[in-house]
């Protein structure tokens, strides 16, 4: 289409079918419940030509698919360590293929935890994001040839993107909370060439490093902390 006018009529034409999805999640209440599910779902899929990544132990191929186990709040355990002994074997499906059960995985960019907190994912983010910081930080983000401003832009379009990716489904504790902002400062010292001390003996405030940058005083809005949500039952959760 390339070149075309976009008053131009396209060439019309069928499509006589479409058998593709992408990720699928599916929510079970419990072990039997995934015990005896999982192989109907996976059967379902597969009459419509479709496939679950599953693992196999003979030729020890991994899987994609994955059931992340959440468990009830502890206090309402009476053995908190093992669950009650709740079963977390891999599901078995026969002739050595399998779908393991985890306490964490990354779906769709973003870290679930067993726990239903975002405690990992942030984690993960400012891990992320300081690891593209620090990529960049020798060439240009403490360069004394790159200005304040180029400095702002570069840090708001390749930093803050990975830092606050998936941030508007964070439910974040004060904690959390501080561990972004912390982050946030170390990279506004760093760009303006200020060191910990400097601040300490020149009275030295973030604030004044933002609007030297030309950044607003906060570039993380978050809402108000508040507790996570927790079902009275454990779930399973089975990712494709």
């Not at 131009?8 to 079918?17: I, Q, T």
């Not at 040839?145 to 489904?169: F, N």
Request: hydrophobic share 40%.
């Amino acid at each position: 289409m390339t070149g075309r006018s976009h008053r131009a009529y396209g060439d019309e034409f069928e499509v006589p079918d479409s058998e593709y999805a992408d990720d699928t999640a599916a929510l079970f209440v419990s072990r039997e419940s995934l015990d005896t599910n999982v192989p109907l779902l996976i059967g379902h899929f597969a009459r419509f030509g479709m496939e679950v990544h599953t693992g196999n132990a003979r030729t020890e191929k991994d899987s994609k698919s994955e059931v992340l186990f959440c468990p009830k709040p502890l206090q309402m355990y009476a053995d908190p360590e093992t669950f009650d002994n709740a079963n977390l074997d891999p599901i078995d499906l026969g002739e050595g293929i399998f779908i393991p059960i985890v306490f964490m995985f990354v779906y769709l960019g973003l870290t679930l935890s067993h726990d239903c907190s975002d405690k990992l994912d942030v984690e993960n983010r400012i891990d992320k994001a300081g690891q593209a910081f620090g990529a960049l930080c020798k060439n240009l983000f403490t360069s004394t040839q790159i200005t304040l401003k180029t400095k702002r832009l570069a840090y708001c379009i390749l930093i803050l993107t990975v830092l606050l990716y998936g941030s508007e489904t964070w439910c974040l504790t004060e904690a959390l909370y501080r561990q972004l902002r912390n982050f946030h400062a170390r990279c506004v010292r760093t760009m303006c060439r200020v060191t910990r001390k400097h601040t300490r003996t020149h009275r030295i405030s973030t604030a004044q490093l933002l609007d030297r940058l030309g950044l607003p005083l906060s570039l993380i809005h978050i809402s108000e902390p508040t507790r996570p949500l927790y079902s009275s039952y454990a779930v399973f959760c089975l990712k494709k």
